[in-house]
């Protein structure tokens, strides 16, 4: 045993409380929802999919007519006589001969509808014809090669909307199926609200949840739920009628065939059948805590901005959100609740502003929230935001508007390099106990290989150290369907019948299932919290890409401050997407100066510098994403992570003075001589071995450690005051993985938590392997 390596425990003295830390975030994105965890196996149910959404969508997408020989059919997508003017569109059919099979088929997602022998479908439609006519439909389940593993007769009368039924109890397994009708007879028919659910979701709930994804979920234990996203939130239109307007909760509510259609930012339609209520439910269901975000009356992604003096029926949305979960069954909205079948309350305790907000326009209209919600809710956590940086001027405006107007939280986000997560892993040390607490909202490291997660393990070892400051924390994005995918990495993955955890999943899981209600104190004696890196100036080569846009750039210079020499590049004239190498440096205290213009394009340019490879280099973007930020960004091995940002928009056909500096690793920015960005870009540190310590309300003593490096390394543990003591318990733990393992559809336990038995006193050795995450759960024997 090393007899200088230890790590004390003070289990006798409970410290900070640690509340609802760990929890999960869900936003549909890469149809996390519609496709995902809402069971319906219909795509485009409502014939409501538009351009609007996707430029690919039209009425009838994954719709198809089924016309065999000597059949002649017409499918058609009208609005005259809709089934409620929320859902106009419906499809209408025309059979002109049936021969063979004459008709038409949904899709399904994927795949196509997957099927499980033996499983029961609840099919529905809404389905008309002509004034005293009647027609029989054939309704099947049953693949491209006429396998049928269900069939079942409707018999559509009269031209008023009639809601019709089935079950079906599938005989086989097969997840590439067609829902499918066939008309027997000419004539034509009308349907809308075309739906099949599995009788099998979630806890078996109407209108439910995929059980396999949701038990992913509910294995999780998290304390909390952040809904609906993310960028839904607050990217859209002000008028809550419009289908990209931004996320209107009470659009989500009641029957689902009268919840408008929307588009959903990324990409696709959002039937929103998974809505609010169903949100809550879901909390409730997984003794999660909601989080709701509603959008803050500025939508910073397209510039809309709603009147101060009309921002009232957008506070009256958060009050009657709250009203909706919390109140009384006599009030508006506790009254619609419990009308939809929940009279008790949800306890909701907490609420988001907006998203990841930048500019002033949110900042002057979060206080106006606020203040209306402390007023009728004292107790009501209400969460600020500070944009979608670690670091910089927007970062910095969310921190200082919380402040000023004491928000109780304020969300942060981020997602970097592992190098970034190492190096800040100290980042919570000195936030203080008595200012809003940190909700790391969103959060991730590039990759979601078994590395990823050891690293960003680690990295929740700060936060939780850090409780007097960090309150709520969650990993980003939670799903995502592996044929629909928007952004990557993610946690968990599926497709139309499977699913599986990544190796981040299992590290999200052994946090949140062994928590703790209090942070303990633990000392660390031998072991390094702080090994030096090599100290390293940037250094490399320096070039300009002209991003989507023309560009040119005169008075180009560059200055090593080391030797004091200059050297002077000849003027660039860009075209889009061309890039010009411009110097190469082995100095790391230098500077760039040179007049740019941005010709054509909707953004900047971009000035790589300290770049050794095409996988690592620092990029300084002027006028980047939408021609809104100024920004320095680190890759490190192709992954990228933004040191800081600041807003600055480039006007076309204007010159700007820009300068880079470098000293070290510090790096500033000056566009017109004023300084926009200051940084230093600090290398990562592996510490010796990343731990926390917390106990539980039934005094189980939990210890996670983290073991980055590639040597296993051996500590005392010891229980202050408690060394004699016999404890039984257990360990959790991932080891023995290669840092690139991960896990997949085929093999979706590669990387899994061990669980063993472990029986000691309150002082014990233990080996921790190179690469781990290990928790030891204990109990006074
Ligand atoms: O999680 C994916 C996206 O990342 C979210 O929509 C947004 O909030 C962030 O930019």
Same mark, same amino acid.
């Given at each position: ?74 499918? +058609? ?59 029989? *439909?054939? =309704? ?14 409707? =018999? ?20 590439? *199926? ?33 059980? !396999? ?52 930012? +990324? ?9 609010? $209520? ?18 803050? &009356? ?15 029926? +957008? ?61 009728? $809710? ?16 927007? $970062? ?52 979601? /290989?078994?590395?990823?997660?050891? =690293? ?80 390293? &100036? ?34 660039? #004239?860009? !075209?889009?997407? #061309? ?33 050794? !490879?095409? /996988?690592?280099?620092?990029?300084? #973007? ?56 200051? /940084?230093?870009?600090?290398?990562? =540190? ?29 500590? !005392? ?8 003591? #016999? ?9 023995? $993985? ?44």
């Amino acid at each position: 045993m090393d007899q200088n390596k230890q790590i004390k425990i003070d289990a006798l003295s409970k410290q900070v409380p640690l509340g609802d830390l760990y929890g999960i975030f869900f936003e549909d994105l890469n149809h996390a929802a519609d496709g995902g965890l809402y069971a319906e196996l219909i795509q485009n149910r409502s014939f409501e999919f538009d351009p609007i959404d996707n430029k690919n969508y039209h009425g009838l997408t994954a719709w198809e007519k089924i016309e065999k020989e000597g059949a002649e059919v017409k499918i +058609w997508v009208e609005s005259e006589n809709p089934l409620n003017d929320k859902n106009k569109n419906y499809l209408g059919v025309e059979v002109k001969a049936s021969g063979k099979g004459a008709g038409f088929l949904n899709k399904g997602f994927n795949t196509g509808v997957a099927l499980v022998e033996k499983e029961v479908y609840d099919f529905s439609c809404y389905a008309r014809t002509e004034r005293g006519n009647c027609i029989a *439909v054939e =309704v099947s389940l049953v693949n491209d090669e006429g396998v049928c593993y269900g069939k079942e007769h409707i =018999v559509i009368s009269g031209d008023e909307w009639k809601q019709y039924h089935i079950s079906f109890t599938s005989t086989g397994t097969d997840y590439s *199926v067609r829902l499918a009708f066939l008309i027997k007879e000419s004539g034509v028919a009308y349907f809308d609200m075309v739906s099949l659910f599995p009788k099998n979701t979630y806890r078996g709930r109407k209108n439910g949840l995929r059980p !396999d994804i949701a038990t992913m979920l509910e294995d999780l234990k998290p304390k909390f739920m952040r809904f609906p996203g993310g960028c839904l939130v607050h990217d859209g239109s002000l008028n809550s009628e419009d289908r990209d307007s931004m996320y209107r909760w009470k659009n989500t509510i009641g029957n689902v065939e009268s919840r408008p259609p929307r588009r959903n930012n +990324w990409g696709y339609n959002q039937t929103l059948g998974l809505g609010y $209520y169903e949100y809550f439910l879901l909390c409730e269901d997984l003794g999660a805590k909601a989080i709701p975000v509603i959008p803050g &009356g500025y939508d910073p992604h397209h510039k809309g901005i709603v009147p101060i003096e009309e921002l009232g029926p +957008w506070i009256d949305d958060a009050l009657d959100l709250i009203e909706f979960a919390n109140g009384d069954v006599n009030t508006t909205w506790g009254k619609k609740r419990a009308e939809l079948g929940h009279s008790e309350p949800f306890c909701l305790e907490y609420i988001g502003i907006g998203n990841e907000e930048v500019g002033e326009p949110f900042f002057e209209r979060y206080p106006y929230f606020h203040k209306a919600i402390k007023e009728r $809710y004292p107790d009501m956590k209400v969460i600020n935001s500070s944009g979608p940086f670690a670091a910089g001027s927007e $970062y910095d405006r969310g921190w200082k508007s919380a402040k000023e107007h004491n928000s109780d939280l304020v969300d942060e986000h981020y997602y970097q390099s592992p190098e970034w997560f190492l190096a800040n892993y100290h980042r919570y040390d000195n936030f203080k106990a008595d200012e809003p607490k940190v909700f790391l909202g969103e959060y991730a490291s590039w990759g979601n /290989t078994y590395y990823n997660a050891l =690293v960003e393990a680690a990295f929740m070892t700060g936060l939780e150290k850090n409780a007097h400051a960090v309150g709520l924390a969650c990993y980003a994005p939670m799903l995502c369907n592996v044929d629909y995918i928007n952004w990557q990495p993610d946690m968990i993955w599926f497709n139309n019948h499977q699913v599986y955890g990544t190796p981040n999943y299992y590290v999200q899981k052994l946090f949140m299932n062994h928590q703790g209600e209090y942070l303990l104190p633990t000392t660390a004696v031998g072991l390094s919290n702080a090994a030096s890196p090599e100290e390293k &100036g940037i250094q490399g080569k320096i070039a300009i890409l002209s991003k989507g846009v023309k560009t040119s750039f005169r008075n180009i210079r560059f200055k090593d401050f080391i030797t004091g020499e200059e050297t002077v590049s000849s003027d660039v #004239e860009l !075209d889009i997407d #061309e890039i010009q190498d411009l110097f190469h440096t082995t100095s790391s205290h230098y500077e760039l100066k040179l007049k740019g213009i941005r010709r054509t394009g909707g953004r900047g340019f971009e000035i790589f510098f300290g770049e050794t !490879d095409n /996988t690592n280099r620092f990029v300084w #973007e002027v006028g980047g994403w939408q021609n809104q930020d100024c920004l320095l960004t680190a890759t490190v091995k192709g992954r990228n992570s933004c040191l800081t940002q600041s807003i600055f928009s480039m006007d076309l056909d204007r010159e700007y003075d820009l300068t880079l500096e470098v000293e070290e690793r510090t790096i500033r920015t000056y566009i017109d001589g004023i300084l926009m960005n200051e /940084t230093r870009d600090n290398l990562p =540190v592996i510490e010796d071995i990343y731990y926390t310590a917390s106990i539980e309300d039934n005094n189980d003593i939990i210890a996670k450690f983290v073991n980055v490096k590639d040597q296993e390394i051996t500590v !005392d543990v010891v229980l202050n005051g408690m060394e004699d003591k #016999e404890l039984t318990g257990n360990v959790y733990q991932l080891s023995g $993985y290669l840092p690139e393992d991960t896990n997949s559809f085929d093999t979706p336990n590669k990387i899994y938590p061990d669980e063993t038995k472990i029986l000691v006193k309150g002082k014990f050795s233990f080996t921790f392997p190179k690469e781990s995450v290990t928790v030891i759960r204990l109990g006074l024997k």
